[in-house]
């Protein structure tokens, strides 16, 4: 499975890179640290599976998460957020799963099983 990640959090990229490459299954196609990089970045790779920082600089101009579906229709979108608030709008605007970050937690498990099943 081809992963793209998109945070501007460069620890939490670091952090997730790890977590995927322990998986033989899942290959880390391409990063991007805002909506522009994410944008090219899917059109380059066409990822089957988005890591996405619901906070990600400019995420609100793409107007959901349409124009990343028109770019690569079969792609999968787990939307991540340290609010556990932003679930509701981050699965209305079209992620297919939400998980709440905070690392100090099972983050980091809870990603890997959304993946694997």
Do not use: Y
């Not at 995420?59 to 609010?83: E, K, N």
């Not at 809870?110 to 099943?117: G, P």
């Amino acid at each position: 499975m081809r992963v793209l990640l998109a945070d501007d959090q460069p620890r939490v990229r670091f952090a997730l890179r790890v977590l995927l490459e322990r998986q033989p299954e899942l290959k880390v196609v391409g990063e991007a640290i805002a909506v522009e990089g994410l944008l090219v970045q899917t059109e380059a790779t066409r990822p089957d599976l988005l890591l996405l920082a619901w906070e990600l600089p400019g995420l609100a101009a793409v107007g959901s998460l349409s124009a990343l579906r028109r770019i690569c229709p079969g792609l999968f979108v787990i939307a991540l957020s340290g609010r556990p608030e932003a679930r509701r709008a981050a699965l209305a605007a079209g992620a297919d799963a939400f998980v709440s970050r905070h690392f100090r937690t099972n983050a980091p498990v809870k990603i890997q099983r959304r993946i694997v099943t």
